[in-house]
């Protein structure tokens, strides 16, 4: 552990050796849902992998989980704009945009996607989901808000696929997400 001491136990390195906790109020996100960028887009990293994988992506054992990056939606949202698991996806913000194939499990609720952040344009064109968070930061650490951002998924269109018109479905599955009053 990093803070053991064999001899003194636990030691910060603070004047008491005790650990300091600033506590800090809760902050929205930035960036909420509406009805241009409907979705939640959330973004972390996999178990497996590092930050952008300059060494664990050369390990084949692990890029066998997850072969490349993908966004997972409900199958409520895909159902409603006609996605099927592997369908490339469009994810849009204000910033940018990535296209992903999907993954429909509901490991995400409805109105809400995620998608790990450790391929980049190396990888392919497009598919950097860094290029798409937002910008904000906590004005006390200055840590970044890359977590959480407002999206729009568009399903791009594979050959000989009818898409549904999503719009009304879309609006209200991501109404639970939007402020009271907005």
Same mark, same amino acid.
């Given at each position: ?66 072969? =490349?990056?993908? @966004?997972? %939606? /409900?199958?409520?949202?895909?159902? $409603?704009f006609g996605v099927s698991d592997g369908d490339r996806v ?33 990888? =392919?064109?497009? @598919?950097? %989901? /860094?290029?798409?968070?937002?910008? $904000? ?13 407002a999206v729009a998924l568009t399903p791009v269109m594979q ?24």
């Amino acid at each position: 552990m990093r803070y053991r001491d064999p001899a003194a136990g636990i030691n910060f390195p603070t004047a008491s050796s005790k650990a300091q906790f600033f506590a800090r109020p809760h902050l929205d996100p930035s960036e909420m849902p509406d009805d241009a960028f409907p979705f939640v887009l959330n973004t972390g990293r996999l178990q497996h992998q590092w930050h952008t994988m300059t060494k664990t992506g050369k390990i084949q054992t692990l890029n066998k989980l997850n072969p =490349g990056p993908f @966004v997972e %939606v /409900n199958p409520l949202d895909a159902q $409603a704009f006609g996605v099927s698991d592997g369908d490339r996806v469009e994810i849009r913000s204000r910033r940018g945009f990535a296209i992903l194939p999907a993954v429909v499990t509901d490991r995400v609720l409805p109105g809400a996607c995620f998608a790990p952040f450790h391929w980049n344009d190396i990888f =392919g064109n497009d @598919v950097a %989901v /860094n290029a798409i968070t937002c910008d $904000a930061v906590d004005p006390i650490s200055l840590q970044p808000e890359l977590k959480v951002c407002a999206v729009a998924l568009t399903p791009v269109m594979q050959p000989g696929k009818v898409l549904p018109s999503a719009e009304p479905i879309l609006q209200k599955s991501c109404s639970r997400y939007r402020p009271v009053g907005g």
